[in-house]
């Protein structure tokens, strides 16, 4: 026999544990933007470089 109380506290522990898988993967997305920062030349330093340089290129072009 089922109890009355059981899906209420199958969807509390369902939402915990979404709730902690959540705080985990944001707390490793902040970690990874930070380390990849603190790179010279991270991932995001690169970006920013190539579209520096892709718009460098454009202003030589139309001169």
Request: proline share 3%; net charge negative; charged share 20%.
């Amino acid at each position: 026999m089922i109890q009355d109380g059981f899906p209420l506290m199958g969807i509390l522990v369902a939402r915990e544990i979404g709730c902690r898988t959540g705080l985990a993967l944001s707390f490793s997305l902040v970690l990874l933007l930070i380390a990849d920062l603190d790179r010279p030349t991270g991932g995001m330093v690169r970006a920013d470089q190539s579209a520096m340089n892709n718009l460098l290129e454009k202003l030589q072009q139309s001169e």
